[in-house]
């Protein structure tokens, strides 16, 4: 599991590649004729239908991905690569689901540690032979990124024990110059908290919290928002009376 939620966009090429061989070696009847042209129809990808040596390559690896609005552009070594200004790799809309094998049959999968669904739209990343790289521009641009977390069955399917349960980055922009980032940005950040019966915790009763109690947190953490652990007890607390 990665330590911050915006490696998981940097990465999305990881995920995109698992889905794009896993497509490869069992098509849908939508993609056979059109695999390598733009197509709006989300198509889902399971575990069990991809090339394990890729699965080995991720950590924490997860249950399925689904893709619409996708293009990408290869070289012979089936590597992502382009000799022309479009991007290497592109989704209109990318998912990525943890859980259990059903998980396309439920709204919210559930996942312990990390987030369970994550959206990725307006996904375009720029590669040389595999490695993120380009000249003009930024190599990566994500319009919007949607982090959601799910720790327990019953919470309505929003719910997350240590932070809040959705985390919302808008125009997320990375450059990259053979493999090394140069810079990052993103213009917005919006989070949601709820209870564990899936009651919402409004922005001001949450800042109202915080500031009261000098609460430290990082929205950007997979794990714990909170910097010191006794802060999470704090807060809980706090928001239950």
């Known amino acids: 599991m990665y330590d911050s939620i915006l490696e998981y966009i940097v990465n999305a090429d990881l995920f995109y590649r698992l889905w794009m061989v896993g497509e490869m070696q ?10 390598q042209t733009k197509n709006s129809n989300p198509i889902a990808q399971p575990r069990g239908e991809w090339f394990p040596a890729l699965v080995d390559q991720i950590d924490d690896a997860p249950a399925g991905i689904r893709v619409g609005g996708y293009n990408h552009q290869l070289d012979a070594a089936m590597r992502f690569h382009s000799g022309n200004k479009l991007p290497t790799v592109s989704a209109g809309k990318m ?3 943890w859980g259990d094998d059903n998980l396309l049959d439920k709204p919210t999968p559930v996942r312990t540690t990390g987030p369970a669904h994550i959206i990725l739209l307006g996904l375009k990343m720029w590669h040389h032979q595999d490695t993120l790289n380009r000249r003009r521009g930024d190599a990566i641009i994500c319009e919007q990124a949607t982090f959601q977390w799910n720790t327990q069955e019953n919470s309505k399917g929003a719910f997350r024990e240590y932070g809040p349960f ?5 125009n997320f922009r990375a450059a990259y110059f053979m493999g090394d980032a140069t810079d990052a940005s993103y213009e917005h950040m919006g989070v949601s908290w709820s209870t564990n019966s899936g ?3 409004g922005e001001e009763k949450v800042s109202k919290i915080l500031k009261k109690n000098s609460l430290d947190v990082n929205y950007l953490r997979t794990d714990s928002v909170f910097v010191r652990p006794s802060d999470e007890f704090i807060f809980w607390d706090e928001a239950g009376r």
Do not use: G, N, Q
Request: cysteine-free; aromatic content about 10%; hydrophobic content about 40%.
């Open 95 to 97: 998912e990525i689901f």
């Open 166 to 170: 959705r985390v919302v980055i808008r």
């Open 199 to 201: 009651a919402r915790l």
């Open 26 to 35: 069992h098509p849908t009847p939508s993609s056979i004729k059109d695999y």
